[in-house]
């Protein structure tokens, strides 16, 4: 976006600046139209400021590390819900401000999960309300109630995490090799997962057994298939004895 203002205001300085030089001689729309991207790339190289250049160029986030002062007064308060945020804050300085992370959010609603729709719905409502606030949030449904929440840079993630299980569809995040449970993590829902798994469970126990079953015929039919060239053979070699 930035490169096609810049374009424009050089295109206007250019128009002015060939307007007073060659008065006599001045461009056509066709001339323009005839620069490359490599004419627009040297020629904003050769007007783009220090200072521009500066504000433009990636600069990957530093690491925030611990906040002393919070982790003490932590401290010195105790109790258990208190011993918990000094964990949180210990695990998420130790994850990477920069580079890429994801996190992945269980989801529960009423009518989850025969299909993908509803998730779908879900996930981009999320991810846009994130990227309305700046930051850098992109959502994929990879399984009827689960969402993938990717974003480039790590600073992100904590915002992102608060975010979804700030959500009542949230069930859980996992993030960080750390599971956190969110408002739709009811006892309703740890029985319909029961279920869900015990189900899982006997599908992989039922497709094993019937794998088993046809390695076992294929292995019998192979055997009966030796046994009968071996007998074939035999009954060659003694009607050759005869």
Do not use: H
């Not at 999320?126 to 850098?136: I, Y």
């Not at 689960?146 to 069930?171: D, H, R, T, W």
């Amino acid at each position: 976006m930035w490169r096609t203002m810049c374009r424009v205001e050089l295109l206007v300085v250019l128009c002015l600046q060939m307007a007073t030089i060659e008065a006599g001689k001045q461009r056509t729309s066709k001339d323009w139209s005839k620069l490359t991207d490599k004419d627009w790339d040297r020629i904003e190289e050769e007007w783009e400021t220090p200072e521009e250049k500066k504000e433009y160029e990636f600069r990957p986030p530093e690491k925030t590390g611990i906040d002393m002062e919070q982790l003490q007064a932590l401290q010195k308060s105790g109790g258990a819900k208190n011993k918990k945020k000094i964990q949180e804050m210990i695990e998420e300085s130790q994850v990477p401000q920069s580079g890429p992370t994801m996190m992945f959010v269980t989801v529960d609603y009423p009518g989850c999960c025969d299909n993908k729709k509803e998730t779908e719905e879900l996930a981009n409502k999320w991810s846009g309300m994130l990227r309305s606030t700046g930051m850098d949030a992109t959502a994929y449904v990879i399984e009827n109630d689960m969402i993938l929440f990717s974003s480039q840079s790590g600073k992100f993630a904590k915002e992102i995490k608060e975010y979804a299980l700030s959500q009542p569809e949230c069930v859980a995040v996992d993030w960080n090799s750390k599971r956190t449970a969110g408002p739709a993590e009811t006892e309703e829902w740890k029985a319909k997962d029961a279920v869900k798994k015990k189900e899982k469970e006997e599908e992989k126990a039922r497709k094993e057994e019937e794998k088993k079953a046809v390695e076992a015929a294929e292995k019998r039919l192979k055997n009966k298939k030796k046994a009968a060239r071996k007998a074939a053979k035999a009954a060659k070699a003694t009607k050759a004895e005869l």
